[in-house]
């Protein structure tokens, strides 16, 4: 008989393409048996029982902004990926930008690297950034093992973090592509953008909905079309992030008919908050590109439920609650939502409970995709020879966002206060538990 280091029994296992109940069976990290249908007779050092709960790969978050080393008073990779644990995921990918140093070569990798192995209970990996000053550095990062790179094409309002002119996007995608690399990018356009902050603000309209009319819609897809053509020109591999609205994402979907190499994300906060928040909560919901409006958020549910969209991040941007405070100008304040730990509580809230999203569906934009966009081949589903890294969920478990239920260093979030319904119960990282009865563990 065999003996495992962990086994969990009767849960209802969740993938990309099914969902059954089935045990699992866990040996030095790695997943070794799934068995549906008929029970696993072995034994194991540790034993969960799944009983009521739904097991999910890990959420796999490629979008994060933990802003260590360098910036930890906003957060840090000890808050962030705890509050990663807490929210059912399981990695991340950290942005390059709001570290200081930020990750342009691959010295200033090394000092995260050194930093997130210590002190992350997930799985760190590493976004390299393209700016105008780093075009040598590129090689090095990848070399490094970065998942891909990060550029702006508007100011990311970090100035040790320069967007890029059209000149870097072009010799950059020629050095991403011979790599073999891709190339992720914030795409607004700058002239739209302030010449109609500049316009609004001249005349003193400062208002939320000032704020999101001076970064319209037109303006991403303006940029998306831009970058698309140095992609097919180049052939380099394209990720285009937190899109927020399905327009944007339908220019996307035209390229790839064409063959184009590119994938897409969307964020939770475009798919469950609208501008009526921004207006309430003021900085809090103030994010680039900003909140829509409903009939934004609805279209955006029905491509996420198209197969339009490739994989969904938090892009969890947090600052001090300094930054953050209410004032009448909301131009002013630090823009970047804090997300990470609701992710998944959003997707079920209102994804599958509210709009019949399937579970399925949730695993794939979460997990799967993920895994597979970015080449993690070991992670991304629940099989034999991948990762044990695995969210225990009970989905018949309502609870309401507190504050204090918050693991992020600043405990503000746009959501405190949701009633929620899924609850994340366990998460494993490599066959060992890093959070369970509300807490997580401690490294
Ligand atoms: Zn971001």
């Known amino acids: 008989m065999e003996n495992y280091d962990l086994i969990i029994k009767n849960g209802t296992i969740v993938t990309a393409d099914a969902t059954e109940k089935g045990d699992i069976a866990v040996k030095n990290g790695k997943i070794v048996e799934v068995s549906v249908g008929k029970p696993i007779e072995a034994t194991a050092g540790q034993e969960i029982d799944a009983e009521g709960l739904h097991v999910f790969p890990g959420v796999i978050d490629s979008h994060v902004h933990f802003n260590e080393p360098g910036r930890t008073e906003w957060e840090g990779l000890e808050t962030g990926s705890r509050s990663l644990a807490a929210g059912g995921a399981t990695s991340f990918f950290d942005m390059p930008l709001n570290s200081t140093p930020p990750t342009v070569d691959k010295a200033n990798l090394d000092i995260k690297r050194k930093l997130a192995e210590e002190k992350s209970i997930v799985n760190p990996y590493y976004w390299g950034g393209l700016v105008p000053e780093n075009l040598a550095d590129l090689k090095g990062l990848h070399e490094g093992g970065v998942i891909g790179f990060k550029a702006f094409m508007s100011p990311s309002g970090i100035d040790d973090f320069h967007n890029v002119d059209d000149e870097t996007i072009y010799k950059g995608m020629r050095e991403i592509a011979s790599l073999g690399s891709l190339l992720a990018v914030h795409a607004e356009s700058t002239v739209m953008c302030e010449q109609l902050a500049e316009e609004r603000i001249g005349q003193g309209k400062v208002s939320a909905r000032d704020y999101v009319e001076s970064r319209p819609v037109i303006s991403e897809i303006e940029a998306v079309r831009r970058i698309l053509s140095y992609a097919e020109l180049t052939g380099c591999k394209l990720h285009i992030v937190h899109a927020s609205s399905r327009k944007v994402v339908e220019v996307i979907n035209d390229a790839k008919q064409r063959g184009v190499d590119i994938t897409v994300e969307t964020c939770p906060h475009y798919l469950s908050l609208t501008v009526k928040d921004l207006e309430e909560q003021g900085v809090i919901a103030k994010c680039a590109p900003p909140l829509r409006d409903q009939d934004e958020v609805e279209d955006l549910w029905t491509a996420v439920a198209n197969g339009e969209i490739d994989t969904i991040g938090s892009d969890h941007s947090p600052a001090p609650a300094s930054m953050k405070v209410i004032s009448d100008n909301i131009f002013d304040g630090w823009g970047g939502i804090s997300g990470a730990q609701s992710m998944l509580n959003i997707l079920l809230t209102e994804g599958h409970f509210k709009r019949n999203l399937p579970l399925?569906?949730?695993?794939?934009?979460?997990?799967?995709?993920?895994?597979?966009?970015?080449?993690?081949?070991?992670?991304?589903?629940?099989?034999?020879?991948?990762?044990?890294?695995?969210?225990?969920?009970?989905?018949?478990?309502?609870?309401?966002?507190?504050?204090?239920?918050?693991?992020?260093?600043?405990?503000?979030?746009?959501?405190?206060?949701?009633?929620?319904?899924?609850?994340?119960?366990?998460?494993?990282?490599g066959g060992n538990v890093v959070f369970e009865n509300g807490q997580p563990i401690q490294k």
């Open 360 to 429: 399925e569906k949730i695993v794939e934009l979460t997990a799967t995709n993920p895994a597979k966009i970015f080449g993690l081949k070991t992670k991304g589903t629940i099989a034999a020879d991948y990762d044990a890294d695995l969210t225990l969920v009970d989905l018949n478990e309502s609870f309401e966002l507190k504050k204090e239920d918050l693991f992020y260093r600043h405990q503000h979030s746009p959501y405190v206060g949701r009633t929620f319904k899924g609850n994340v119960k366990t998460t494993i990282v």
